[in-house]
C-alpha cells in the first residue's frame, strides 16, 4: 500500500504543486542573462554543445577550470535539444530547485507526516532566497539538490530499520550523489554530507557507527563516477590539479584572493530575509504552537536538521570567500522545520476558537510595509534611471504586498484551514509577478541586451568591437561571436596564458598593442562599463568619441587624428 494514498486533499496538493512546477519553469526565460556569473556559465555550455569537448570547460575559447562540469554537461545538452535561450540556459537549476521541493517534501512526511511535507514544500517553493537563486544558472541550487539527497540517504542507512544489502542501498546513494555534488561545485560537495552525518553520530554518541560511514563499495562508486573526468581534464590540461584543488579550494577558503572576503555575519540576513513571506507569520505560529515548539530540538531527526543547517551556516561563515547564494543548502533542512512549526500552528488552531488578535496583523504588516519601501527604493532612488514602465507593472507585486499584510489572518478568522494557503498563494503570486519588472530592472544595467542592440545601431558590420578593461560575456553569448578583451585577463588569466602569441595578441591585446593599432590609423570601436573604465579610455584616447551610453555602459570609437 502506498505511503502516500491520493485521496481528494492529495489530489488538489499535486495539482496546486504541478501548476506552480509548469509556470516557474515556463517563466524561466522572461529574465535576460545577467552579468558576469549567469552569462559566464551559458557561454561555457555554448562552447560545449558545439565544439562536443565535455572534458576541458572552455570560457571565450580559453581553458576555465575553476569549477567542474557536471552543470555545464547539463546545460550543454539542453542547448543541444532545445536551442540555446535564457529558459534552457536556466532549466538544470530551475529542475533541481523543485528537485530540493520534492526532496524537502519526502524528508518532512517521513520524519514525521504527509501534513510536514507538504508544508516544508510549500514553504521552500515559495520563499524569496530558494525561488530566487533558483532561477539563476548558477551551480548553487545543483549543489543544494546533490548535498540534501547525500544527507538524506546517509541518515536513512543510520537510521532505518532495514538489514543486509537492502539497507546498503542507502550509503551506497550517499557516495553517488557525493559524487555528482564534487562534480557540481568541488570538495564542499563531499565536505557538507559526510561533515553533517559524522557530527550528527558523534552528538548521538554512535561512536562505532562513526567508521560504517567509509564504504568500500561506496568509495569504488565515487571513484567511478569522478575518476573519468579527474583523469581526462589532468590529461589535457597539466596544471589542473593544482589549479583546482590548491588554488579553487584550499587558497580560495582560506585567503582573499578572490576579493570576495565579508564580515562573519554576512549570512544572517541573508538567511532572515530569504523566507519572506512566511517570516513575517512564524512568531504568530510559533506562539500559538506553544509547548509543542520545544519537539522541534528533541529526537535525532530534528538533531539531523539542526546540525544540517547549523554545520552548512558556519562553514559558508568562515570561508573567506563569501557570495550570496552560497548558502542554499541550508534551506532544505530549515524548510523542514518551519515546516513543522506551521503544521503544529495548523493543527492547533483549527482546533480552536480562537481568533487572530491586533498582535497577529503587526508582523506581517510590518513585513510588507518594509518590502514596500524596499521596493521604492529601487524605483525612485537608485543611481540609474528606471524605466517607467516597471514603475507600473511593480503595481502588481506591490498589491500582493498589501494583500499579505492582512488577508492570511482574514481568511483564517473565517476558515481555519485556509490559513497557510492563503500565504503559500499570494506568496508565490508575488514572486512570480515580480520576474517582468525585474526583467526591466535588470535588462538596461546588469545584461549584455543594451550593448547588443548599440553595436546594431552605430558599429559597422566589418568591424571589430573590443570590450576596454571589462567583460561581459552575455555579449559573446547572445552574438556568437568572440570580442577582444583590452587589459582584461581578471579570472581568464589563467588560460590565457596557454594561448599562442598570436590568438592572444588577436584577442587579449595590452593596452600598447592597441594603441599600436591606433597610431597605424585603424578605426577602433569600443565599449566600457561604468563612468571609472570610461575615464581611464578617455585618458588614454583624447579624441575618443562617445556614440552611445546610458550610464553604466559606454560605447565610444577612436580614429587617430579625430578632434575631441
Excluded at 501548476?19 to 522572461?30: E, H, M, S
Excluded at 538524506?152 to 542507502?170: C, D, L, P
Excluded at 514603475?391 to 488577508?407: D, G, H, I, K, R
Excluded at 499570494?426 to 547588443?452: E, Q, R, V
Aim: aromatic letters at 18%; a positive charge; charged letters at 15%.
Amino acid at each position: 500500500m502506498s505511503r502516500f494514498p491520493l485521496n481528494n486533499n492529495a489530489k488538489i496538493i499535486l495539482a496546486a504543486f504541478s501548476c506552480a512546477f509548469i509556470v516557474y519553469i515556463a517563466a524561466l526565460g522572461i529574465v535576460p542573462l545577467s552579468e558576469p556569473s549567469e552569462a559566464r556559465y551559458a557561454l561555457i555550455a555554448s562552447s560545449m554543445a558545439k565544439s562536443g569537448d565535455f572534458v576541458t570547460p572552455m570560457l571565450k575559447e580559453v581553458p576555465y577550470l575553476e569549477k567542474p562540469p557536471l552543470t555545464y554537461w547539463a546545460t550543454a545538452i539542453a542547448f543541444r535539444i532545445l536551442g540555446e535561450s535564457e529558459l534552457t540556459a536556466r532549466l538544470f537549476s530551475g529542475i533541481c530547485a523543485w528537485g530540493c521541493v520534492l526532496l524537502v517534501f519526502f524528508i518532512g512526511s517521513r520524519l514525521y507526516s504527509p501534513r510536514v511535507g507538504v508544508y516544508a514544500a510549500a514553504i521552500l517553493a515559495t520563499s524569496l532566497y530558494h525561488f530566487a537563486v533558483g532561477r539563476l544558472n548558477l551551480l548553487d541550487m545543483p549543489l543544494a539538490l546533490f548535498t540534501t539527497l547525500s544527507i538524506w540517504w546517509g541518515y536513512r542507512y543510520f537510521h532505518e530499520g532495514q538489514v543486509g544489502e537492502r539497507k546498503k542501498r542507502f550509503i551506497y546513494g550517499c557516495y553517488l550523489t557525493c559524487a555528482l555534488a564534487f562534480l557540481t561545485k568541488g570538495l564542499v560537495g563531499i565536505l557538507i554530507p559526510f561533515a553533517v552525518l559524522f557530527l550528527l553520530l558523534l552528538f548521538t554518541k554512535r561512536w562505532r557507527d562513526i567508521w560504517c560511514l567509509v564504504s568500500p563499495l561506496g568509495l569504488v562508486i565515487f571513484l567511478a563516477v569522478v575518476l573519468p573526468w579527474l583523469f581526462f581534464v589532468q590529461r589535457a590540461q597539466s596544471d589542473f590539479l593544482y589549479f583546482f584543488f590548491v588554488q579553487e579550494h584550499l587558497l580560495r577558503f582560506t585567503t582573499k584572493m578572490h576579493h570576495r572576503y565579508e564580515p562573519f555575519y554576512f549570512f544572517v540576513p541573508i538567511l532572515i530575509v530569504g523566507f519572506v513571506p512566511w517570516l513575517g507569520y512564524l512568531a504568530q505560529a510559533l506562539r500559538i504552537s506553544g509547548a509543542n515548539i520545544r519537539s522541534l530540538f528533541q529526537g535525532h531527526s530534528s538533531l539531523l536538521l539542526w546540525i544540517w543547517a547549523g554545520f552548512v551556516l558556519l562553514f559558508f561563515s568562515i570561508s573567506s570567500s563569501k557570495m550570496v547564494p552560497y548558502i542554499i543548502p541550508l534551506f532544505p533542512p530549515l524548510a523542514v522545520v518551519l515546516g513543522r512549526v506551521f503544521a503544529t500552528h495548523t493543527a492547533i488552531y483549527q482546533n480552536s476558537r480562537r481568533a487572530a488578535s491586533w498582535r497577529d496583523y503587526l508582523l506581517p504588516f510590518l513585513q510588507s510595509l518594509l518590502l514596500l519601501l524596499a521596493l521604492a527604493g529601487v524605483l525612485f532612488f537608485y543611481r540609474y534611471k528606471v524605466p517607467f514602465e516597471m514603475v507600473l507593472w511593480s503595481l502588481l507585486p506591490a498589491t500582493f504586498l498589501c494583500l499579505l499584510a492582512f488577508l492570511p489572518n482574514y481568511i483564517g478568522n473565517r476558515r481555519r484551514g485556509a490559513w497557510f494557503p492563503t500565504i503559500a498563494i499570494l506568496g508565490f503570486l508575488m514572486l512570480t509577478s515580480l520576474l517582468y519588472p525585474l526583467s526591466l530592472f535588470l535588462t538596461p544595467y546588469k545584461t549584455a541586451l543594451p550593448l547588443i542592440e548599440a553595436r546594431m545601431n552605430f558599429v559597422p558590420t566589418d568591424k571589430q568591437l573590443y570590450q576596454f578593461r571589462t567583460c561581459i560575456y552575455g555579449f559573446d553569448f547572445y552574438t556568437k561571436t568572440r570580442t577582444p578583451l583590452i587589459e582584461e585577463g581578471g579570472e581568464l588569466m589563467p588560460g590565457i596564458i596557454k594561448l599562442s602569441p598570436e590568438e592572444r595578441t588577436k584577442y587579449f591585446p595590452s593596452q600598447q598593442e592597441v594603441l599600436d593599432l591606433y597610431e597605424r590609423g585603424e578605426k577602433l570601436f569600443m565599449f566600457v562599463e561604468n563612468d571609472n573604465k570610461y575615464a581611464q579610455l578617455k585618458k588614454l584616447f583624447p579624441n575618443a568619441d562617445l556614440l552611445w551610453s546610458n550610464d553604466k555602459y559606454f560605447l565610444v570609437s577612436v580614429e587617430k587624428g579625430d578632434t575631441p
